[in-house]
């Protein structure tokens, strides 16, 4: 079995400022990693996923996040955030191999920006 | 390309009622998930098929909850009888059948039971 921990529930930052969103999965299998973003009413939409290979991984609407084995993390960054980035960010894990493949995700934080 | 379309958006229903879920995944995605996001919450899967056939079912309330895909294309999920804890966001995903095969959610199915 998996499972997902995002540290913050919610994250408020500056407009243009930096912003870092904490992931830690647990898992007895190997697993590939993903982030969605989910905005108000909307359904969830994939930012990055790392399957393989390169560590950074770099998504849409300039994010990137970081696969460390060893801290089993993968946290989710982005150099300057903007007002249109408001919205529920949420981490997953999917086991490696087919078969019962279904997302565990983590419980959400809510990035909050402020002008 | 059409997305996964759901339907109702939104259902308002009482206790111990039945309410039921529809979702038409994208076309030719042989593999169809089910999830669960109770407010606050990330979303559970719920039940997962391939084509018309069940993957895994694990996590799903079996006493209430039934989900079927009889043509492998699109899906029903019930809830007969509802509780007030089953109030939550359905969302219905569907990928491609094969390996790093992302997955396309839908707008989902906000539930309010009373």
Same mark, same amino acid.
């Given at each position: 079995a998996q499972s997902v921990t995002q +540290?913050?529930? %919610?994250?408020?930052?500056? #407009? #243009? @400022?930096p912003v870092e969103l904490r992931c830690n999965y647990s898992s007895s299998v190997s697993v590939y990693l993903f982030w969605y973003v989910q905005y108000p009413n909307q359904g969830l939409q994939l930012l990055l996923k790392y399957l393989s290979g390169s560590t950074l991984v770099k998504g849409i609407n300039g994010f990137e996040a970081e696969f460390n084995k060893s801290q089993t993390s993968f946290h989710l960054r982005k150099p300057s955030v903007h007002i249109s980035d408001t919205a529920e960010y949420f981490? @997953?894990?999917?086991k490696v191999g087919g078969g019962a493949d279904g997302l565990t995700f983590g419980k959400g934080t809510h +990035?909050?920006? %402020?002008p | 390309e059409a997305g996964v379309a759901q339907s109702p958006r939104y259902k308002i229903i009482e206790k111990r009622q039945s309410v039921a879920f529809w979702c038409n995944p994208i076309s030719g995605h042989a593999t169809l998930y089910w999830y669960q996001q109770i407010l606050g919450q990330g979303p559970k899967l719920l039940i997962q098929f391939q084509n018309n056939g069940?993957?895994?079912?694990?996590?799903?309330?079996?006493d209430r909850f039934s989900a079927e895909r009889l043509k492998g294309v699109d899906s029903t999920l019930k809830i007969q009888p509802a509780k007030l804890?089953?109030?939550?966001?359905?969302?219905c995903a569907s990928s491609l059948d094969r390996e790093n095969s992302e997955q396309y959610f839908g707008p989902g199915t906000r539930l309010t039971v009373t």
């Amino acid at each position: 079995a998996q499972s997902v921990t995002q +540290l913050d529930s %919610q994250v408020p930052v500056f #407009e #243009e @400022a930096p912003v870092e969103l904490r992931c830690n999965y647990s898992s007895s299998v190997s697993v590939y990693l993903f982030w969605y973003v989910q905005y108000p009413n909307q359904g969830l939409q994939l930012l990055l996923k790392y399957l393989s290979g390169s560590t950074l991984v770099k998504g849409i609407n300039g994010f990137e996040a970081e696969f460390n084995k060893s801290q089993t993390s993968f946290h989710l960054r982005k150099p300057s955030v903007h007002i249109s980035d408001t919205a529920e960010y949420f981490c @997953a894990v999917r086991k490696v191999g087919g078969g019962a493949d279904g997302l565990t995700f983590g419980k959400g934080t809510h +990035l909050i920006i %402020q002008p | 390309e059409a997305g996964v379309a759901q339907s109702p958006r939104y259902k308002i229903i009482e206790k111990r009622q039945s309410v039921a879920f529809w979702c038409n995944p994208i076309s030719g995605h042989a593999t169809l998930y089910w999830y669960q996001q109770i407010l606050g919450q990330g979303p559970k899967l719920l039940i997962q098929f391939q084509n018309n056939g069940v993957v895994d079912d694990s996590q799903l309330p079996k006493d209430r909850f039934s989900a079927e895909r009889l043509k492998g294309v699109d899906s029903t999920l019930k809830i007969q009888p509802a509780k007030l804890e089953d109030s939550a966001v359905y969302l219905c995903a569907s990928s491609l059948d094969r390996e790093n095969s992302e997955q396309y959610f839908g707008p989902g199915t906000r539930l309010t039971v009373t």
